[in-house]
């Protein structure tokens, strides 16, 4: 969700607003939360977190017409800041409170940052929807090449073109894609 798009939706019905945010970003949230109360927390606790997390997106979102150019990372920091003071909470009401030093944190972390792997596959997602955008064969012919790692030749004789077509059709479709991802968010150089 673009800055742009939050902003229309705002103008549009606040309500819409939140609701958009809350269907595009609830499963992060969750996540994030679920991986700092796992060791101190039950369900209610994770989603009565993430209720909370919304509550503070919302208030925000209500209270700035300036939105920041990366809302997902500003929804990540509070999630995972809201998360911690949850943990903490959770951790005194069970008398459970543990002094840990900076060296136990870091062997405590796991070696998958869950954040990350949330925002990748996320990503992901959203580069298969638009290279689906393209239509056939464009979308074949972008798949095959940059996820089968195939070459124009064999793309070529599998749909049944010549491979200089396959080549064009190629350099135009991720023409088409940049700017696809581009209205999606997605700016990062070398996707393609």
């Known amino acids: 969700m673009t800055d742009n798009e939050l902003r229309l939706l705002m103008a549009d019905s606040v309500q819409k607003c939140h609701r958009a945010v809350f269907d595009k970003y609830c499963n992060y949230v969750y996540t994030i939360s679920l991986s700092v109360l796992k060791s101190c927390g039950n369900r209610e606790d994770v989603e009565e977190c993430v209720s909370d997390v919304f509550m503070k997106i919302y208030k925000h979102l209500d209270n700035n017409t300036d939105f920041s ?15 911690i003071d949850a943990f903490r909470r959770i951790s005194t009401r069970n008398s459970r409170t543990a002094y840990v030093d900076e060296n136990t944190i870091n062997d405590l972390k796991s070696s998958d940052d869950i ?23 464009d979308s074949t012919i972008i798949i095959q090449q940059y996820y089968y790692n195939r070459t124009a030749k064999e793309i070529a004789k599998s749909i049944s073109m010549s491979a200089a077509a396959v080549q064009k059709r190629s350099s135009r479709a991720k023409q088409k894609l940049r700017i696809l991802l581009t209205e999606a968010g997605i700016t990062k150089e070398g996707l393609i």
Do not use: C, M, Y
């Open 69 to 83: 150019d990366n809302i997902k990372g500003f929804i990540g920091a509070v999630a995972r800041n809201t998360a």
């Open 115 to 137: 954040t990350e792997n949330t925002e990748r596959k996320e990503q992901s997602r959203i580069i298969l929807d638009k290279i689906k955008e393209l239509g056939d064969p």
